[in-house]
């Protein structure tokens, strides 16, 4: 049973930080995978931020470059998202997600089968 379990969220100011975290149970990260960040504002549609393969590969949307860092520990078996410079528009429940094969678009719902539960964000300006 694999289960993703996510943490680090909360209210900051625009121009703060966030670490948020995946912990990955019933899978271990060093096989084949892909992981991926995805958010989700009131009223919008879910989106996709960031994602990682286990080959190293690592894609970032458009509107995150620059700002989100996505990286692993393998030996925490953990995945993390970096959010630096935040934004009010940042503002959205923040979830991860993963499979256990090689996906084509990190950064697209259709490639994931597991997913967290979210971990909320808000951004004041």
């Known amino acids: 049973q694999v289960q993703l379990v996510e943490s680090g969220g909360g209210s900051v100011q625009a121009g703060g930080s966030l670490r948020l975290s995946c912990a990955v149970f019933g899978y271990t990260i060093y096989r084949t995978y892909c992981m991926g960040w995805f958010r989700q504002a009131p009223g919008k549609p879910r989106e996709g931020v960031a994602g990682i393969r286990s080959d190293g590969s690592i894609n970032y949307a458009d509107s995150v470059k620059g700002r989100f860092t996505i990286s692993q520990d393998y030996a925490k078996n953990t995945l993390y998202l970096q959010i630096d410079s935040l934004k009010p528009e940042d503002t959205a429940m923040y979830y991860c997600?993963?499979?256990?094969?090689?996906?084509?678009?990190?950064?697209?719902?259709?490639?994931?089968?597991?997913w967290g539960q979210g971990t909320q964000v808000t951004v004041s300006s």
């Open positions: 997600a993963a499979d256990f094969r090689t996906c084509r678009d990190l950064v697209r719902e259709s490639e994931y089968r597991y």
